[in-house]
């Protein structure tokens, strides 16, 4: 019998070997991968503390130290890590999915520059 991809979860956390996150804040709308993790992992999601505060099931390949959100961000929502506002979705984005600067824009680090800048034209 061929077990759906969430069965498949249960049994690796059952196991132990359900893959690991860590929120940094209760607010945090994303945690942080302790594991490079690919669609259908199972994350345990652990606090600070090392409690276990949440689980879900990877959409999107996330690589080790990148975030993922812990719960949908819709469209023009605060993206928030250690408890700061660190950047604007730019589109939705669900649960489960990897974080970054194709889906949010960051308060911190400058968007790309468009050729003609690099190129030393500007528009």
Known sequence: ???TGQEKSRTKEIEG???KAI???VADSVAIALDDLVPGDGVRIRSLL????GELEVSDSVPYGHK???KLIAKGD????NGEVIGIASQSISKGEHVHIHNIVSLYVPPPRTKALKAGRES
Do not use: D, F, P, R
């Open 68 to 70: 993922l959100s812990v």
């Open 78 to 81: 605060e993206v928030i890590k």
């Open 1 to 3: 019998m061929n077990k």
């Open 50 to 53: 090392q409690e276990i505060v």
């Open 17 to 19: 070997e359900a893959k």
């Open 23 to 25: 929120i940094m804040a």
